[in-house]
């Protein structure tokens, strides 16, 4: 034991020899570098609408999520947004061409406009509605409990 600033230290015994432990060249796994036709998989399933974790099972013999995500980035997001565009295209023109269905789901989606149902509810001759209220504080006990009897009769849970 020796002592810094008079604090006991302990000093490590043995350990790795010089030229052991450690990475070693050559050693582990190799680095995952993707290949082109790997970014064109990966940027089609992504364009077909496939989740990360199916993706990654199908490039080479299955890498992990991470792996996935990091070395396809940009295919995975252009995937996407190429099949989005085809689609979108392809709705336009249908719906240019007159097609109703794809000019209504346009209409709906891109301009915002909704199928909206207006109900007013009204009284007598398209007046108010009438709400009454009635005082019970004039009544007493018993005909109160006859009341509310009545009441849950009507409602269908006598007791």
Known sequence: MTK??????????GGARPGTGGAQPGSGRPKFEPTETERKQVEALSGYGLPLDQIAVLVRKGISVDTLTTHFAEELISGKAKANAGVGRTLHQKAMAGDTTAAIWWSKTQMRWSETQKFEHTGRDGG?????????????DAELAQMQALLMKAKGTEE
């Open 4 to 13: 810094i600033e008079g604090k006991p230290v302990l000093k490590k015994r």
């Open 128 to 140: 108010a509605i009438a709400v009454s209220s009635v005082d019970l504080k004039g009544l007493n």
